[in-house]
């Protein structure tokens, strides 16, 4: 097919996370907006280009009090560090469709390397425009104290209100620039 531009439909994409909270549940949440650019063949996404930048400030855990700590400088600092992004590095293929997808993952000022784990999920042609679309999938994770995000408390019964362990979960459409 060869390398092409793809255009993430956010409509039919989501930025998933989720965090272990005290000690034995989970909380999750999305970031609502974010952009990627994507110069890919999905057929065979080695040598592809891949960078996304998510808006930090559109975090959203279904509570409010909640999203505004995380959006402190306790956490994210959104009103210092208004961005989180990806850049992939090395893309290797694992099977006809899976991928390791590792790349500079920068939250505030911290630049670390991460993996996710890439599934083409298909390749069909949309029946209402006639384009390209590619369906992709990816997991990850992250310790957020490596970035930075240290603040936590202490439980009662020991152990604390937040988990290290982050762990992050993708879904994009992506439509094949005509």
Same mark, same amino acid.
């Given at each position: ?82 961005? %989180? /992004?990806?850049? @992939?590095?090395?893309? !290797? ?7 390791? +997808?590792?790349?500079?993952?920068? &939250? ?40 930075? %995000? /240290?603040?936590? @408390?202490?439980?009662? !019964? ?7 362990? +982050?762990?992050?979960?993708?879904? &994009? ?6």
């Amino acid at each position: 097919m060869g390398k092409s531009k793809w255009n993430v439909d956010a409509a039919h994409s989501s930025l998933e996370f989720v965090v272990k909270h005290m000690m034995m549940s989970k909380a999750k949440g999305v970031f609502s907006d974010f952009e990627a650019v994507i110069e890919a063949d999905p057929e065979n996404l080695e040598g592809a280009t891949v960078e996304f930048t998510v808006d930090a400030n559109s975090i959203d855990t279904r509570n409010e009090a909640r999203d505004n700590h995380l959006r402190s400088a306790d956490f994210f600092d959104v009103e210092n560090h208004p961005n %989180l /992004t990806f850049k @992939a590095t090395t893309i !290797t293929k694992k099977s006809d469709s899976n991928y390791d +997808v590792t790349g500079d993952f920068t &939250i505030r000022d911290t630049t670390k390397p991460v993996t996710f784990n890439v599934t083409l999920e298909g390749l069909h042609k949309d029946p209402m425009s006639g384009n390209q679309v590619a369906g992709f999938s990816g997991t990850g994770k992250i310790s957020r104290k490596e970035f930075g %995000l /240290t603040w936590n @408390a202490a439980l009662e !019964t020991g152990g604390v209100l937040v988990g290290d362990e +982050v762990k992050i979960n993708i879904e &994009i459409e992506a439509h094949k620039e005509a």
